[in-house]
């Protein structure tokens, strides 16, 4: 029963229409591949990167108000605050300047290679 009805699905195109509609390849512009990710180890240095200054620094801001806390309810806000902003802000951020730089590096290593 999992199977689609033949009435339900989607007409495949003709040959002859799709070589007549589609642009000559040569005419379009090729754009650039999307840069590598990076390896686990650089990403889990950016991640490292990001959080560590973060949890310092949120910490110390917080410690005023938290200081009688609980160890664990003090890390459960701490986190609360640190992880989205890590998540949403920061690491994309940092992952933005990290493609920059490997483009960069991937550039300044095609102009050596060019004679």
């Known amino acids: 029963m999992s199977t689609t009805p033949p009435e339900h699905d989607v007409p495949a195109p003709h040959l002859e229409q799709t070589e007549q509609s ?5 005419a379009l512009p090729q ?14 240095l950016i991640v490292w990167l990001t959080i560590f200054p973060l949890v310092a620094i949120v910490g110390m801001l917080s410690e005023p108000f938290t200081r009688g806390w609980h160890p664990v309810l003090r890390a459960f806000v701490l ?3 640190v992880v989205p902003i ?5 690491m994309p951020m940092m992952f933005k300047g990290y493609a920059a730089l490997e483009r960069r ?8 290679r060019v004679p």
């Open 86 to 90: 890590a998540a949403y802000w920061v």
């Open 22 to 26: 589609a642009p000559p390849q040569a």
């Open 31 to 44: 754009p650039a591949p999307p840069p590598a990710r990076p390896n686990i180890h650089v990403s889990a």
């Open 105 to 112: 590096r991937a550039a300044r290593h095609a102009a050596k």
């Open 79 to 81: 986190t609360l605050i």
